[in-house]
């Protein structure tokens, strides 16, 4: 019988079972050099808001065109609009916050059929492992917005909801798109809350909407909840090394009442979160380098 011949590939390798003692070590080293690479990338790049979704709808898909109206309400509230940085639903929120003047950012992934970045990133960096990849695209974010996809924005989505139950990381506002899409999940969530593999508490942590205002409005509405209206936190002194200054994005302007980020080498941006309600701003102060209150 013939067998399909399996790719050859660094994490592979290291995930295919014990090696030598040499060749862990080694593919430890590769991992910490990748995180620091992702690190360097990405470090500038300011509060973030990640979009999840499948690499595979077309320009004239709906969920599509859903995801970049998404890109722009988001880069309109002052964040930087974080995706995988392929096709499809990724593709669409990077273009909307293009669109609306703000700044994109792509964690992309090498894949046996290649993915190719899309042409709306300011900052993209490609990850060989995937598990390098997800830890970016979190670390980074202070939401998270989850369009329909397949495995992968399955994988995404529940490792999200994992770190928030366990408290790994904040209460951070999460986003499912399209109720028909995710009705039969969220029926299979109501059986794990009967039977008590969930707790009661856990269909809490996410809104399933099919409006973009009302995604954009929990998001807000939570991280007012979260930070209040004014949060500082210390200035530390940060220098630029080597190579960093280029990957630092274009300083970026919004239009009145929404958020201004400033480019410059000291870990603060300012994000202002618009009161829709009472017309006024509320300013939120957070580390450039992603510190979230936990």
């Known amino acids: 019988m013939k067998h399909q011949s ?3 590939n660094g994490e592979y390798l290291f995930l295919k079972g014990p090696g030598s003692r040499w060749a862990d070590f080694t593919g430890v080293w590769k991992i910490m050099v990748e995180f620091v690479r992702g690190f360097r990338h990405l470090h500038f790049i300011g509060p973030s808001i990640t979009v999840f979704g499948s690499a ?5 898909h709906p969920y599509y065109q859903q995801a970049r109206l998404f890109g722009q309400a988001i ?10 940085g392929g096709p499809g639903v990724m593709e669409a929120a990077n273009r909307g916050a ?3 003047g703000g700044c994109s950012a792509g964690c992309n992934i090498e894949l046996p059929h290649e993915q190719e970045p899309n042409p709306y990133l300011d900052v993209m960096i490609t990850m060989r492992r995937f598990y390098v990849r ?4 979190l670390k980074y974010s202070y939401a998270f917005v989850v369009l329909p996809g397949g495995f992968g924005t ?3 989505l529940f490792e999200t909801l994992t770190l928030i139950q366990n408290h790994k990381i904040g209460a951070l506002p999460l986003v499912l798109f399209g109720r028909e899409f995710w009705k039969e999940l969220l029926d299979q969530i109501e059986e794990m809350k ?7 508490n856990d269909s809490g942590h996410f809104l399933v909407t099919d409006s973009v205002e009302e995604g954009m409005d929990y998001i807000i509405a939570k991280l007012r909840e979260n930070y209040g209206s004014q949060v500082s936190h210390r200035k530390t002194k940060s220098r630029w090394w080597l190579g960093e200054r280029a990957m630092a994005l274009p300083q970026q302007s919004f239009e009145s009442g929404f958020a201004h980020i400033v480019p410059v080498p000291v870990k603060v941006v300012v994000a202002h ?8 701003e509320a300013g939120v102060l957070l580390r450039k380098c992603g510190s979230r209150k936990e």
């Open 6 to 8: 399996k790719p050859q």
């Open 56 to 60: 595979h709808f077309k320009e004239d």
């Open 75 to 84: 880069a309109r509230k002052g964040f930087t609009v974080m995706t995988g």
């Open 98 to 100: 293009k669109e609306a």
């Open 134 to 137: 997800k830890v970016l695209l």
């Open 154 to 156: 399955m994988d995404e």
């Open 194 to 200: 009967a039977a008590g593999t969930i707790s009661p």
């Open 273 to 280: 979160l618009v009161n829709d309600d009472a017309h006024h």
